[in-house]
């Protein structure tokens, strides 16, 4: 079984542009969660997603946001990027909730100069 | 919302000692708690879980151990190999709700030769 893909791998952007990252489930899997992950600060919860339907979110600005497609793939966007934003972005997909084994995806590397 | 606080940040030991991390949560209804480890450039993976109506759980080298009255369950590893150096989370969650996972802030852990 295929594991958990993200894509792009690594992005630079520059302060105040957008950025759309995307993550591809384990077959089968219905939940997407996506995590914000920086030095020091682990894993912050960004949100869920479950059949196509924001489930659970974390305390992060509006600039964050998601969708979840019939596939089950998902999308985050984050908008009028700032240097703060600059972590590796983790999405994992669980069969049914996110306290199912989440298996996660190697991350998107985002740069903001 | 659940709140989980993990101890020490960072953990370095010698080959074949024993290594323990503690976490608290918030949440007297979270029920579930699962660890996951990183190891460096890796993506995190579930390692061990433990349910609230159990105390303790081992699998090899590792056991988890939950107090509920204290809201605080720990990691044990014994015998550290050097594949154990990663970083470790803990989380928490409530599962009759659906809830998002809540993770530490991780534990860096060294073993050194």
């Known amino acids: 079984k295929a594991g958990v893909t993200q894509t792009p791998r690594y992005l630079i952007k520059t302060r105040g542009q957008q950025v759309t990252l995307s993550c591809s489930p384990i077959s089968g899997h219905r939940s997407v969660s996506w995590y914000q992950q920086t030095p020091g600060q682990g894993l912050q919860f960004l949100f869920e997603?479950?059949?196509?339907?924001?489930?659970n979110k974390g305390n992060f600005p509006g600039r964050f946001s998601g969708r979840q497609f019939s596939n089950s793939r998902s999308e985050m966007n984050v908008s009028t990027l700032e240097l703060g934003d600059s972590a590796l972005y983790l999405c994992?997909?669980?069969?049914?909730?996110?306290?199912?084994?989440?298996?996660f995806g190697p991350g998107t590397r985002l740069t903001v100069l | 919302g659940e709140n989980v606080e993990q101890h020490p940040s960072t953990l370095s030991v010698q080959e074949g000692d024993s290594a323990v991390i503690k976490c608290t949560y918030s949440d007297s209804a979270s029920n579930y708690f699962p660890w996951y480890k990183q190891e460096l450039g890796k993506r995190p993976q579930l390692i061990i879980d433990?349910?609230?109506?159990?105390g303790e759980k081992k699998d090899q080298r590792i056991a988890v151990t939950l107090n509920k009255t204290a809201k605080h369950f720990s990691l044990h590893i014994t015998e550290t190999q050097p594949e154990d150096s990663a970083v470790y989370f803990c989380?928490?969650?409530?599962?009759?709700?659906?809830?998002?996972?809540?993770f530490g802030t991780g534990t860096r852990l060294q073993v050194t030769l």
């Open positions: 997603y479950f059949s196509e339907t924001q489930r």
């Open positions: 989380a928490a969650v409530n599962t009759g709700t659906a809830s998002k996972l809540t």
């Open positions: 994992a997909s669980s069969l049914e909730a996110s306290f199912d084994e989440q298996f």
């Open positions: 433990i349910r609230s109506n159990v």
